[in-house]
């Protein structure tokens, strides 16, 4: 039996993205966006969503760009305060103790500590109601060599990426290995 929670947006879990831009006066800043995924293969797009209040909502629309950068679970506090303070008010970099460089492809930066950053281009943003989401075009994907297998893929073990749990408000790690994707579901016969 399920029980009815009512319309919330509720998907469990969340990939905690710490979305990086410059200001106005060229100041770097990151801001925690639980609201964030995938949303196109080809081109390569994420999208993250923020309030029009944020310090983060002017810094994408004023440089057209930002920058999706995941932190291991060993930064969970960085993480957390990224999404509490504002770079209105100081530093959070500076705060946490953490490095930016200069976006690549994009005019954004990125967050040395982060295991993998993606840089994106703005390429639409649409209002919604409480939240714009901002859809962004990867032009490049930058992760730290040991957290890849020997095939050269991204190894979820090595990285150990911060979830988050939206509702309960909690952090929470990568669980146990399942099943190979597009591979395990093979197992179900079609029934005639």
């Known amino acids: 039996m399920k029980k009815s929670l009512g319309a919330k947006p509720l998907a469990f879990p969340a990939p905690v993205y710490l979305v990086g831009t410059y200001d106005a006066q060229g100041q770097p800043n990151m801001m925690n966006a639980a609201w964030g995924g995938i ?5 390569p ?12 909502y002017a810094g994408i629309l004023e440089h057209r760009a930002f920058s999706i950068n995941l932190l291991g679970c060993e930064h969970a506090v960085a993480a957390d305060y990224y999404g509490i303070a504002s770079g209105r008010d100081l530093n959070k970099i500076e705060a946490c103790g953490h490095h930016v460089s200069k976006g690549e492809f994009v ?3 990125s967050l040395e500590e982060a295991y993998m950053v993606q840089e994106c281009r703005l390429k639409t943003s649409i209002e919604l109601g409480t939240h714009t989401m901002f ?30 749990m939206p509702g309960a408000r909690e952090y929470y790690g990568v669980g146990k290995f399942v099943g190979k994707a597009f591979a395990i579901g093979t197992s179900v016969k079609e029934k005639k």
């Not at 994420?46 to 944020?54: D, E, G, N």
């Not at 032009?139 to 990426?161: A, F, T």
């Open 107 to 109: 005019h954004a930066p």
């Open 45 to 56: 797009c994420v999208m993250v969503s923020a309030q029009h209040t944020r310090h983060t």
């Open 39 to 43: 949303c196109c293969s080809e081109p």
């Open 135 to 164: 859809v962004g075009e990867v032009l490049d994907v930058k992760i730290e060599v040991e957290c890849l297998n020997k095939k050269g893929i991204p190894d979820v073990k090595k990285m150990d990426p911060l979830l988050f």
